[in-house]
T-cell receptor, first 110, second 115 residues
Framework: GIQVEQSPPDLILQEGANSTLRCNFS?????LQWFHQNPWGQLINLFYIPSGTKQNGRLSATTVATERYSLLYISSSQTTDSGVYFCAVGQGGTASKLTFGTGTRLQVTL | NAGVTQTPKFRVLKTGQSMTLLCAQD?????MYWYRQDPGMGLRLIHY???????AKGEVPDGYNVSRLKKQNFLLGLESAAPSQTSVYFC??????????????FGPGTRLTVT
């Protein structure tokens, strides 16, 4: 099956810093989503982005499908950004079947 | 709108017992999913449904059964629980992916321990 690798696995930032999280995948996809799991375990959908660029406030994401990677940018980080960020991909006619990466754990400190 | 809700929130089972987890969504989504999350790992798909009356296997379906009798509900059953099924279970729902939508929305999770 498709492989999804996220980097870095862990990241510690001071409040106000910017960061870039990367998601590489081993095959072509037509579904790619980014999620944030907060410290209480709740999963929030950040972006549905099989290709192109989207922005939502301090967060933006870019997927370059032809080169099999996606980037999540966090600007002016806040302590509430802490948690685990997951990338998940789906392929072909079963694109709704998502394969998740193992995540990037982000800690934002004061 | 409540979004996606799951009951119960916590459960402890003894090996061999059975239970059913209930997921409900009020967003009129066609697709629903059950995932499990083990410590330090991403989520893995157990079963999913693309519409009322349909179900299909995901990545880790063994030991679980599902039913989708109503569009808004998706049930996950464990017929004979095993310690390997200790996990956090998440339900999600979405529109069919494509045409600029397909975001999966998740419930709060059910923490299951099998002793």
């Amino acid at each position: 099956g498709i492989q999804v690798e996220q980097s870095p696995p862990d990241l510690i930032l001071q409040e106000g810093a910017n960061s870039t999280l990367r998601c590489n995948f081993s095959d072509s996809v037509n579904n790619l989503q980014w999620f944030h799991q907060n410290p209480w375990g709740q999963l929030i959908n950040l972006f549905y982005i099989p290709s192109g660029t989207k922005q939502n406030g301090r967060l933006s994401a870019t997927t370059v499908a032809t080169e099999r990677y996606s980037l999540l940018y966090i600007s002016s980080s806040q302590t509430t950004d802490s948690g685990v960020y997951f990338c998940a991909v789906g392929q072909g006619g079963t694109a709704s079947k998502l394969t998740f990466g193992t995540g990037t754990r982000l800690q934002v400190t004061l | 709108n409540a979004g996606v809700t799951q009951t119960p929130k916590f459960r402890v089972l003894k090996t061999g017992q059975s239970m059913t987890l209930l997921c409900a969504q009020d967003m009129n989504h066609e697709y629903m999913y059950w995932y499990r999350q083990d410590p330090g790992m991403g989520l893995r798909l157990i079963h999913y449904s693309v519409g009322e009356g349909t179900t299909a296997k995901g990545e880790v379906p063994d030991g679980y059964n599902v039913s989708r009798l109503k569009k808004q509900n998706f049930l996950l059953g464990l017929e004979s629980a095993a310690p390997s099924q200790t996990s956090v279970y998440f339900c999600a729902s979405s529109y069919p992916p494509g045409q600029g939508r397909g975001e999966q929305y998740f419930g709060p999770g059910t923490r299951l321990t099998v002793t």
